[in-house]
């Protein structure tokens, strides 16, 4: 609260719980096979030559892609590798890119916002609203994941995400007592199929409320089992 904008700082942390589902599968990720939970260019797009170059532009897991702030200013460049780039915040918003550099605003309403954007393929789950807390009180039991929004931007080539649940306290995870749902996606022909399996631990009694929001694809035809 002293540095930078307050208003700012906490539309920022806000947000960053809202996308606790998404960044706690990156954290088991990184624990089980050492995968990188803020890459750079270069780990999802070697072949992107110019990427390698770049410092100030980074991935948040192989889905998110953000623009670092620096200082007091109105608008950041960041560079988007080929591919369609859709806006986090606005999914109106995308970018077709070739592989280069833009300039994108960053101040929003009078909040100073980092740039944040939607991979093709990209299958984001966050929950509707900030957390009060994300801990169980009781450390045999998996906290589960509720009220949640899966950001999904459909391609021809089925893309996954796995959603990881644990009690949120202990290392029980460590003996198994975690719930891992595979989440996939993929659009063909026009239909647009979303999958999710839950493994070994997650229980048969298990429910929750969940959002689908499809991005960037016209059509009416979902199926999810």
């Known amino acids: 609260d002293r540095i930078g904008d307050a208003a700012s700082n906490l539309a920022a942390l806000r ?7 998404y960044l706690y599968g990156l954290a088991h990720a990184a624990h089980e096979r050492g995968e990188p939970v803020f890459p750079p260019l270069a780990y999802h797009f070697q072949e992107d030559r110019a990427a390698r170059a770049v410092s100030t532009t980074k ?3 192989p889905w998110l892609l953000f623009a ?6 109105e608008s950041v460049d960041l560079w988007l590798p080929r591919g369609r780039w859709t806006e986090l915040r606005h999914p109106a918003v995308a970018i077709a ?21 939607l991979r093709e393929g990209a299958i984001v789950p966050m929950l509707a609203d900030a957390p009060a ?3 169980s009180s009781r450390a045999q039991t998996i906290h589960w994941f509720d009220d949640l929004e899966v ?3 459909p391609t021809a080539q089925p893309s996954t995400f796995t959603l990881v649940e644990d009690d949120g306290i202990s290392r029980g995870y460590e003996k198994g007592l975690a719930c891992r749902t595979a989440i996939t996606a993929e659009q063909e ?10 493994g070994p ?9 969940l959002a689908l929001h499809l991005i960037g694809c016209a059509t009416d035809a979902v199926r999810a089992n």
């Open 133 to 135: 807390n994300l801990g």
């Open 151 to 153: 950001l999904i931007v």
């Open 68 to 73: 670092s702030l620096a200082g007091e200013r």
């Open 15 to 21: 947000l960053r719980y809202r996308l606790v589902p």
């Open 201 to 209: 631990g997650c229980g048969e009694g298990a429910t929750r409320r």
């Open 189 to 198: 022909a026009g239909k647009v199929r979303v999958a999710l399996q839950p």
């Open 97 to 117: 890119s070739e592989g280069g550099r833009f300039s994108v605003p960053v101040i929003e309403d009078g909040v100073t916002r980092a740039p944040l954007y």
């Open 59 to 61: 991935m948040i897991g």
